[in-house]
C-alpha cells in the first residue's frame, strides 16, 4: 500500500487561509469516505483534527474544515494562527481493516 | 482523562526481537480497538497494526506482516507488539493508539517510544 500524496510544505501569513491535498487511488481515498487528518506539533504526539471527511473531535476550532473530491481529500485552515504552525497528515481506510497515512505537510505561519 | 504510555524501545541489532508495551488508563480498556502506529526519525506516520478491542481479529501493515504481532492483555489494560527480524528500517517512534469508529481513525495516541534498529 503506498502512501497518499500530499505536498511537502505549504505557507500562509496570520489571517490567511491555506488548503492541503491528499492524493490516493481508488482503492483508497476514491473508495471510502473514511479520512482523516492529523496535525503533529515537533515532538509531540499527532492530534486528530477531522474524521469522516468533514467531522471535527469535540475542541477542534470551526477554522479547521474538510472536504473530498473523487481521490482528493483537502483540508483547509482560515484564520491561520501561529499556534498552527504545524505537520500534518492525511489518513484513509484502504480496505481490510487497514489504514494508509499521507507523506505529511509542513505548514509553516510566516 | 485518556492516557497510553509505552515503553520498552531501546537498541536492537538487526535480526533480532523486542516487544513493546502500551499501559493503557482513564478508560474502559476492553471496549477499544488499539492500534500501533511508527514514525522513522524526520520521517511520516505508518499505520503498523489493530486489534480488535477482545483480541478476536488483527490486521497488519505489509511492511510488519509475518514479522510483528499486536496483542493485548485485558485483565492488565497493556496492549503489546511484538517484534521480531528486526531491520534497520524499523527504526522510528511507536505510537500506540486507541482506535476511534472501528479501525478508521485515531483519537488517543501515547508520547511514543524509539526503537533504534543497529549493530
Known amino acids: 500500500q503506498s502512501a497518499l500524496t500530499q505536498p511537502r510544505s505549504v505557507s500562509g501569513s496570520p489571517g490567511q487561509s491555506v488548503a492541503i491535498s491528499c492524493t490516493g487511488t481508488?482503492?483508497?481515498?476514491?473508495?471510502?469516505?473514511?479520512v482523516s487528518w492529523y496535525q503533529q506539533h515537533p515532538g509531540k504526539a499527532p492530534k486528530l483534527i477531522i474524521y469522516d471527511v468533514t467531522k471535527r473531535p469535540s475542541g477542534v476550532p470551526a477554522r479547521f474544515s474538510g472536504s473530498k473530491s473523487g481521490k482528493t481529500a483537502s483540508l483547509s485552515i482560515s484564520g491561520l494562527q501561529a499556534e498552527d504552525e504545524a505537520d500534518y497528515y492525511c489518513c484513509s481506510y484502504a480496505g481490510s481493516y487497514t489504514l494508509v497515512f499521507g507523506g505529511g505537510t509542513k505548514l509553516t505561519v510566516l | 482523562q485518556v492516557q497510553l504510555v509505552e515503553s520498552g524501545g531501546g537498541v536492537v541489532q538487526p535480526g533480532r526481537s523486542l516487544r513493546l508495551s502500551c499501559a493503557a488508563s482513564g478508560f474502559t480498556f476492553r471496549n477499544y480497538g488499539m492500534h500501533w502506529v511508527r514514525q522513522a526519525p524526520g520521517k511520516g506516520l505508518e499505520w503498523v497494526a489493530v486489534?480488535?478491542?477482545?483480541?478476536?481479529?488483527?490486521s497488519y501493515a505489509a511492511s510488519v506482516k509475518g514479522r510483528f504481532t499486536i496483542s493485548r492483555d485485558n485483565s492488565k489494560n497493556t496492549l503489546y507488539l511484538q517484534m521480531s527480524t528486526l531491520r534497520a528500517e524499523d527504526t522510528a517512534v511507536y505510537y500506540c493508539a486507541r482506535d476511534f469508529e472501528s479501525v478508521r481513525y485515531f483519537d488517543y495516541w501515547g508520547q511514543g517510544t524509539l526503537v533504534t534498529v543497529s549493530s
Open positions: 481508488s482503492s483508497d481515498v476514491g473508495s471510502y469516505n473514511y
Open positions: 486489534i480488535w478491542y477482545d483480541g478476536s481479529d488483527k
